[in-house]
């Protein structure tokens, strides 16, 4: 199990890792370097940093189809989200020099800011402002300082309040306080932004990496702040901190950031009181999606969680961990985790889920098997797991769907404005033919508060939200369902769904 409450005391103590061991270091990127082969990632670069310095670095691959150059540590790539991490530095910077405060609302640097387009009040007052720490925090949608929903978008605002903060370009003050101070070559980023665009490489961020461990741009202290898990207004812990996701596995703080677009992809992960650092980079989505990492469980990275393993042996100088063998039968495998767990001090239940992740990943028949094995060995390791809860979703079994449905009426339940789980369960329902609740689930999704209306959101969830209720309500509700397709023909969508609505309107005269 993994031990996630330990002593404040706890908290404070340094441990030395020693992650330098030659034979490790060699079994870690082994194990990395199969998993690229396995996903069909053509290029991945990575790099390992303690104490300031890089004690590993290794890559594998080409840099793409049509440029058979080798991917190395010094390729560059858009790191995408990893920007945010970046973004978080220098807002906490900030922060300390008294430019801004976690606090302020976004139209105090952004008049023309208008939080009507997210209209939403607790009282009659209007609607919410949003502030610095609802955004870093993830927590700017659906009830302000409470619902955790990564929004992507709203990041960007952060570029804004810098800017008026300190009175410098958002490009210029990345390069003065972050890029130069670590050394690393700043590459042109044409699309750089608060929350993404920034165009890097492994070795790059590995002397980001370096610069945080000689506290060269924030000192400990501010970096450990950083990656706290904050509490909502209920009491709630997040699973993140100002700025990067953050878990507690094992008794490691792991503060992580990543990063992912449709030919690129990137892991930092971080344990800040250790001064370790993991990076991974990608010239391709499948080093993060598979594992949806929005949903903020790093756990579910089979990368980061073979890291973990390593750390742990040489937390304990110990010998290190073994592997599952997956090419053992269902009860023999279900045997092996179990003296496993018994024997080290790691959840071999986690390797067993990502497992099924990677395989559902690659349309492999044999994740039926090792779902069945989750279920019916490991429920209470997947029971408030969204990555879950989607996996099992995609499965054409009933036994899986109705499986996600459980997962997700739990999720539902504890966190009702959430799109991300409303969605998922709303499409089981579809899938298991039950109308009704599918049609509830899917009004909740049409009339969330407080909702960031930026592509995404638009194209996924209003308009498949709408256009799914309309199906439904075809011949029992026909004046809802005419009133949905006309909705959708108000909103910038793809042509394709603008037609299926005229189709359907037509269909309705």
Same mark, same amino acid.
């Given at each position: 199990?993994?031990?996630?409450?330990?002593?404040?005391?706890?908290?404070?103590?340094?441990?030395?890792?020693?992650?330098?061991?030659?034979?490790?270091?060699?079994?870690?990127?082994?194990?990395?370097?199969?998993?690229?082969?396995?996903?069909?990632?053509?290029?991945?670069?990575?790099?390992?940093?303690?104490?300031?310095?890089?004690?590993?670095?290794?890559?594998?691959?080409?840099?793409?189809?049509?440029?058979?150059?080798?991917?190395?540590?010094?390729?560059?790539?858009?790191?995408?989200?990893?920007?945010?991490?970046?973004?978080?530095?220098?807002?906490?910077?900030?922060?300390?020099?008294?430019?801004?405060?976690?606090?302020?609302?976004?139209?105090?640097?952004?008049?023309?800011?208008?939080?009507?387009?997210?209209?939403?009040?607790?009282?009659?007052?209007?609607?919410?402002?949003?502030?610095?720490?609802?955004?870093?925090?993830?927590?700017?949608?659906?009830?302000?300082?409470?619902?955790?929903?990564?929004?992507?978008?709203?990041?960007?605002?952060?570029?804004?309040?810098?800017?008026?903060?300190?009175?410098?370009?958002?490009?210029?003050?990345?390069?003065?306080?972050?890029?130069?101070?670590?050394?690393?070559?700043?590459?042109?980023?044409?699309?750089?932004?608060?929350?993404?665009?920034?165009?890097?490489?492994?070795?790059?961020?590995?002397?980001?990496?370096?610069?945080?461990?000689?506290?060269?741009?924030?000192?400990?202290?501010?970096?450990?702040?950083?990656?706290?898990?904050?509490?909502?207004?209920?009491?709630?812990?997040?699973?993140?901190?100002?700025?990067?996701?953050?878990?507690?596995?094992?008794?490691?703080?792991?503060?992580?950031?990543?990063?992912?677009?449709?030919?690129?992809?990137?892991?930092?992960?971080?344990?800040?009181?250790?001064?370790?650092?993991?990076?991974?980079?990608?010239?391709?989505?499948?080093?993060?999606?598979?594992?949806?990492?929005?949903?903020?469980?790093?756990?579910?990275?089979?990368?980061?969680?073979?890291?973990?393993?390593?750390?742990?042996?040489?937390?304990?100088?110990?010998?290190?961990?073994?592997?599952?063998?997956?090419?053992?039968?269902?009860?023999?495998?279900?045997?092996?985790?179990?003296?496993?767990?018994?024997?080290?001090?790691?959840?071999?239940?986690?390797?067993?889920?990502?497992?099924?992740?990677?395989?559902?990943?690659?349309?492999?028949?044999?994740?039926?098997?090792?779902?069945?094995?989750?279920?019916?060995?490991?429920?209470?390791?997947?029971?408030?797991?969204?990555?879950?809860?989607?996996?099992?979703?995609?499965?054409?079994?009933?036994?899986?769907?109705?499986?996600?449905?459980?997962?997700?009426?739990?999720?539902?339940?504890?966190?009702?404005?959430?799109?991300?789980?409303?969605?998922? /369960? #709303? *499409?089981? !329902?579809? %899938? &298991?033919?039950?109308?009704?609740?599918?049609? $509830?689930?899917? =009004?909740?999704?049409?009339?969330?508060?407080?909702?960031?209306?930026?592509?995404?959101?638009?194209?996924?969830?209003?308009?498949?939200?709408?256009?799914? /209720? #309309? *199906?439904? !309500?075809? %011949? &029992?509700?026909?004046?809802?369902?005419?009133? $949905?397709?006309? =909705?959708?023909?108000?909103?910038?969508?793809?042509?394709?769904?603008?037609?299926?609505?005229?189709?359907?309107?037509?269909?309705?005269?």
């Amino acid at each position: 199990m993994i031990k996630l409450i330990i002593s404040a005391c706890l908290l404070f103590i340094f441990r030395s890792v020693a992650f330098s061991g030659e034979n490790d270091n060699e079994l870690f990127v082994d194990e990395t370097l199969q998993l690229q082969q396995r996903l069909g990632i053509l290029g991945l670069a990575g790099v390992i940093v303690e104490n300031g310095k890089i004690i590993k670095s290794f890559s594998s691959g080409i840099a793409g189809d049509s440029d058979q150059n080798p991917f190395t540590e010094n390729t560059p790539i858009e790191v995408a989200s990893i920007t945010k991490a970046l973004t978080a530095v220098l807002i906490k910077q900030a922060a300390e020099r008294g430019e801004l405060r976690y606090g302020d609302f976004i139209s105090q640097f952004d008049p023309t800011y208008n939080t009507s387009i997210s209209p939403y009040s607790r009282t009659d007052e209007g609607p919410p402002d949003i502030s610095v720490h609802n955004i870093v925090t993830h927590t700017s949608e659906g009830l302000p300082g409470e619902d955790f929903v990564y929004s992507s978008s709203r990041y960007q605002l952060l570029a804004t309040a810098l800017e008026d903060a300190t009175n410098q370009n958002f490009k210029d003050l990345m390069s003065a306080r972050i890029l130069n101070p670590a050394g690393m070559i700043e590459y042109s980023s044409p699309n750089l932004e608060a929350n993404n665009g920034l165009v890097t490489s492994a070795n790059e961020l590995a002397k980001f990496a370096i610069a945080l461990d000689k506290e060269n741009i924030l000192d400990l202290s501010q970096q450990i702040d950083l990656c706290e898990p904050v509490t909502n207004m209920k009491g709630d812990v997040l699973p993140i901190g100002l700025g990067m996701f953050s878990q507690e596995i094992l008794n490691f703080r792991v503060c992580w950031s990543y990063g992912q677009g449709e030919n690129s992809s990137a892991i930092l992960v971080r344990l800040p009181r250790e001064k370790v650092t993991l990076i991974i980079v990608a010239n391709s989505n499948a080093l993060t999606d598979p594992f949806r990492l929005f949903m903020a469980k790093i756990q579910r990275s089979p990368f980061v969680m073979n890291f973990i393993r390593y750390l742990v042996a040489k937390t304990n100088k110990s010998e290190p961990l073994p592997k599952l063998n997956f090419g053992l039968q269902s009860d023999e495998l279900k045997v092996q985790i179990k003296k496993l767990n018994k024997k080290f001090d790691y959840p071999y239940e986690e390797d067993l889920i990502n497992e099924l992740l990677v395989r559902r990943w690659l349309k492999q028949n044999s994740s039926e098997e090792i779902a069945h094995l989750i279920i019916s060995e490991f429920p209470n390791a997947i029971k408030e797991d969204g990555v879950i809860q989607f996996a099992l979703q995609q499965m054409h079994n009933p036994f899986f769907m109705y499986s996600s449905i459980e997962i997700g009426e739990t999720l539902v339940k504890k966190y009702p404005l959430n799109r991300w789980y409303l969605y998922v /369960l #709303a *499409n089981a !329902y579809l %899938k &298991t033919g039950n109308f009704e609740k599918a049609a $509830l689930s899917y =009004e909740r999704i049409n009339s969330l508060p407080n909702q960031n209306s930026d592509p995404l959101f638009r194209e996924l969830f209003l308009l498949d939200s709408k256009l799914e /209720l #309309a *199906n439904i !309500y075809m %011949k &029992t509700k026909r004046q809802r369902a005419r009133k $949905l397709l006309t =909705e959708i023909l108000k909103l910038d969508v793809p042509v394709q769904a603008r037609l299926n609505a005229q189709k359907l309107l037509a269909e309705l005269e």
